[in-house]
């Protein structure tokens, strides 16, 4: 049999990256998860993957959008959201001239948009800042 070119879970893999960067880059109590927590922190941010596809045999380029949630005393804060999304993005972009995030070697990141304010009707006591962006993964070979 050939060998398997297996691309990482994109999503976890930036939302494991976040964690590790967030006590530095956003604030110790934010964290990052790929799906709605089921009680909702003051702070968090929720990363999805909305796209994206193979380059080439060996590179993934997943379109990731990065929602980031703030409330503060139970109100919805955007000046909080607005610069925990634009200090997220411009991390994001950093990965591109670090060229690896949690081992996995990071080509090339583009900006697809944002950030923009994204109110979410599931969450109407936070406010949403929401950017989206693509990042070239290199595979890894298995058999």
């Not at 060996?58 to 634009?86: I, N, W």
Request: net charge neutral.
């Amino acid at each position: 049999m050939a060998e398997l070119i297996e691309f990482p879970d994109a999503e976890d893999l930036f939302r494991l990256g976040i964690n590790g960067a967030a006590p530095e880059l956003l604030g110790p109590a934010v964290r990052a998860f790929v799906k709605m927590p089921p009680k909702l922190p003051e702070r968090f941010v929720l990363v999805t993957r909305t796209g994206g596809a193979p380059r080439d045999l060996v590179t993934d380029v997943p379109m990731l959008s990065f929602d980031c949630y703030a409330r503060t005393s139970g109100q919805p804060d955007e000046s909080v959201a607005v610069k925990m999304a634009g200090r997220l993005r411009a991390w994001v972009h950093a990965l591109e001239r670090a060229g690896e995030l949690q081992g996995v070697p990071v080509y090339e990141v583009t900006g697809a948009g944002g950030p923009y304010r994204n109110p979410d009707p599931r969450a109407p006591q936070f406010a949403r800042f929401t950017f989206t962006s693509t990042a070239a993964l290199r595979g890894h070979t298995t058999s």
